[in-house]
């Protein structure tokens, strides 16, 4: 069968085959984040079973999240360079594999390559590129398409915590993993969603200020050693060193992006521990194991309100270009949320932190990628979003085991949980005085040619250029020019 043919189109259609893109995205948001989060049920389980202390046995689902992140630029290279398709397909085999082995797991460091490296390794190659084929299709609804295909983490969180609990239940945590593995296999049915499009945003050449610069230092350095050499080879080389590396990677410089970046580190260093130890905290406090994953399923049922609801908010023209602020506003309440937990010691009271914090969860991870799409453009939305997952890594890897450790040192949640907060605030807080400076700074440079006196415009007749002040009248231009013709004359 032929394969089928590429059209090129001038901006995303916003619709048709996009709609389609958006439910395989928030299958692929079911599986992968939501099992992520689902993880976390079993970490009694596991913490009994190989008679491990909370830090030891936060490592798993650390690795789990550090493996997703890390390797998202490898997902966002799989898609640029091969398919989208054969990415999100790939993934889903080796996700459902380490779900499956990890059934089989006779220690922790057992769990720690199956269900860290390998389930986190397919998770990758499946969410950034998922989420950046929705970018693709849609511009207008951005926002509304990316709250629709986001909330499939917490609509998966709501269904699958509670079913995760009762299969542990009847089958114990290793039948638990293996139906998990079965139906993470779903990821392959998702990546046969994402038929590919091309934009003409996609093939733009590279920037003015480049071209420039490689035309004006190439002849007289590198390519001076290339004149001898065939055409072939110079537009190669040109083509390799020149368009790819630099159109997939230019947005590394920007300012925008690099104190975008700086805030998602903080950012993902306070929201990973509280869904490792929700469930354990509240069955610190005398809750039951049922209302400990009732309430993982009402953090994700909010969560699916706050994707929806904040996504068609913020496409709304009065909002649209408050997107920044929007977001950044969500990661510090959900700050806040952090620092009451530890005073909330009741199923009553944990049920609205539950509420509040799962509805701003969903609103800025909803708001990750719009942001990212504003800053950066369509076209290297993919790459862009690998490096922003791929930075929430570390922070992922290393947050929940000193939550651990402090929860092992002090007998409490309460350090933790307040570190977690304060790095969110801080994270908002950032953008936020990065948003400030950025407008001062717009502010000034508009009104610095209202202020400067010295202004000048050029004339030329012939040979001759005059230096004419800003404030001088069109009379004293003419005065100025009759006075040349006359030189010119004589």
């Known amino acids: 069968m032929a394969p089928p043919k590429k059209v090129l189109l001038s901006s995303p259609p916003d619709g048709g085959w996009g709609w389609m893109i958006v439910v395989g995205c928030f299958l692929v948001t ?19 079973y190989f008679a491990q202390d909370y830090a030891q046995t936060a490592w798993i689902h650390s690795i789990a999240d550090c493996a997703t992140m890390l390797c998202a630029p490898l997902g966002s290279f799989i898609s640029n360079r091969v398919s989208c398709q054969v990415g999100i397909m790939l993934g889903g085999v080796l996700a459902s594999a380490g779900l499956i082995l990890s059934s089989f797991a006779t220690s922790l460091e057992h769990l720690y390559f199956s269900l860290g490296v390998l389930t986190g390794l397919g998770f990758a190659l499946c969410y950034s590129p998922a989420i950046a084929m929705v970018g693709k299709y849609f511009n207008k609804r951005r926002a509304l398409a990316y709250g629709i295909a986001m909330s499939g983490s917490g609509i998966g969180t709501f269904i699958l915590a509670p079913v995760v609990q009762l299969l542990m239940e009847q089958f114990s945590w290793r039948g638990a993993l293996l139906i998990l593995g079965g139906f993470v296999l779903n990821l392959c049915v998702c990546g046969a969603l994402m038929r590919p499009i091309t934009l003409k945003e996609d ?22 050693q290339l004149s001898i050499c065939s055409p072939l080879i110079k537009a190669w080389f040109y083509e390799c060193l020149c368009c790819c590396s630099w159109q997939e990677y230019n947005f590394l410089l920007r300012p925008d992006f690099l104190v975008l970046a700086a805030s998602v580190l903080f950012m993902a260093y306070g929201c990973s521990p509280l869904f490792v130890y929700l469930v354990p905290y509240a069955l610190s406090v ?16 909010i969560d699916i309100i706050g994707n929806i609801t904040f996504g068609w908010l913020t496409d709304r023209r009065c909002l649209k270009k408050y997107r920044y602020v929007c977001y950044l506003f969500a990661v510090g309440m959900d700050g806040l949320c ?15 932190f539950s509420f509040t914090f799962g509805y701003f969860d969903g609103a800025y991870v909803t708001l990750i990628a719009v942001v990212t799409a504003d800053v950066v453009g369509t076209a290297s939305l993919s790459s862009a979003l690998g490096v922003v997952y791929f930075l929430h890594a570390i922070p992922y890897l290393v947050s929940p085991p000193i939550a651990g450790w402090l929860v092992d040192t002090t007998g409490s949640y309460t350090a933790s949980f307040i570190l977690c907060g304060f790095s969110m605030i801080f994270s908002s807080t950032l953008l ?12 000034h440079l508009r009104s610095l040619p209202k202020d400067m006196d010295t202004k000048q415009q050029i004339w030329t007749n012939g040979t001759i250029a005059y230096s004419v002040p800003g404030e001088l009248d069109q009379k004293n231009v003419k005065t100025l020019a009759a006075e040349a013709n006359s030189y010119s004359d004589r």
């Open 338 to 352: 952090c620092l009451f937990l530890p005073i909330l010691q009741s199923f009553p009271l944990l049920v609205p």
């Open 286 to 301: 005398g809750v039951s194991h049922q209302q400990a994953a009732f309430l993982m399923s009402i953090l994700g049922v």
């Open 203 to 224: 093939h733009k050449n590279p920037p003015e200020f480049l071209e420039q610069e490689y035309a004006s230092e190439a002849p007289k350095q590198d390519l001076t």
């Open 30 to 48: 079911i599986c992968t984040r939501a099992v992520t989060r689902c993880i976390s049920i079993f970490f009694v389980e596991f913490q009994t």
């Open 432 to 443: 936020c005085f990065a948003r400030l400076a950025k407008n001062i700074k717009r502010i």
